[in-house]
């Protein structure tokens, strides 16, 4: 009878584990939906990225919402209305355009998130890089677009081209999966995308080739030490403890 009594025990202290168990199990679930994960993503997300997706979710939502999902004409690269009607923010928002809001829209800014994000987390350190970076791509962008003619009213798509260019150089060497169809290395991808660009709209990729053109000259003056941040741009993000505060908590990442 003793036996058979410790034998209980010994099933019942056996089932609370097994609760014990289920509960942790549980736990390690909790709160995984489709929210709680782009909660989570955009907690992590560096300051700059988020004020740039942010801003791209804020507009297309905004022209979805109040202009028929079409975007107001104020908002488009036009230099002429920049300097005579002094609309200065045009060179700036027509970064933030990758379509009318809809699931292609989700699916590229999604993708530009992805690559920005992974490149600001690097710069961890030192920030003022990235921002030097951003600043370099978007103003050759504006010029390039300017002299060769281009008739392009925005700028996204050629400024994820530059981001995935210099993603592609960082991650060099390394495999990464396509849709997960096939693997090429990482460099190969920009030119994935070009031809894709040339494919499916049967034009030449010019937008795509602008922005591996800057992508390559900014890797390339890296390289050789000759493009460097302004000490006033250093400073700016110095002097803000607070900011800084959020780019050393990302130094776990690469510890």
Request: charged letters at 25%; hydrophobic letters at 45%; proline letters at 4%.
């Amino acid at each position: 009878d003793e036996e058979d009594d410790e034998e209980e025990e010994e099933d019942e202290e056996d089932d609370e584990d097994v609760i014990e168990d289920d509960g942790v199990a549980e736990a390690d679930f909790e709160g995984d939906s489709l929210k709680a994960r782009a909660v989570k993503a955009w907690s992590t997300t560096p300051p700059m990225t988020q004020a740039y997706v942010g801003a791209s979710l804020a507009l297309t939502l905004g022209a979805r919402l109040l202009n028929g999902n079409v975007w107001p004409e104020w908002l488009y690269y036009e230099w002429k209305a920049t300097f005579k009607k002094l609309q200065l923010w045009r060179p700036l928002t027509s970064f933030l355009f990758y379509g009318p809001f809809g699931v292609s829209y989700l699916l590229t800014i999604h993708f530009v998130w992805t690559y920005m994000s992974t490149l600001e987390k690097l710069a961890y350190a030192e920030p003022w890089e990235f921002a030097m970076m951003m600043v370099f791509g978007a103003s050759l962008l504006l010029v390039g677009v300017t002299l060769l003619g281009m008739n392009s009213r925005f700028l996204g798509h050629n400024l994820s081209c530059f981001l995935v260019y210099i993603w592609a150089r960082t991650f060099e060497g390394q495999e990464v999966s396509v849709m997960e169809f096939f693997n090429i290395k990482a460099e190969l991808l920009p030119w994935y995308f070009a031809a894709q660009t040339f494919l499916l709209e049967q034009e030449l990729p010019l937008s795509d080739l602008l922005g591996i053109a800057i992508g390559h000259l900014f890797v390339w003056t890296r390289q050789r030490d000759t493009l460097r941040t302004p000490h006033w741009l250093v400073s700016l993000f110095r002097s803000n403890p607070d900011l800084m505060a959020k780019y050393e908590a990302m130094a776990d990442e690469f510890s």
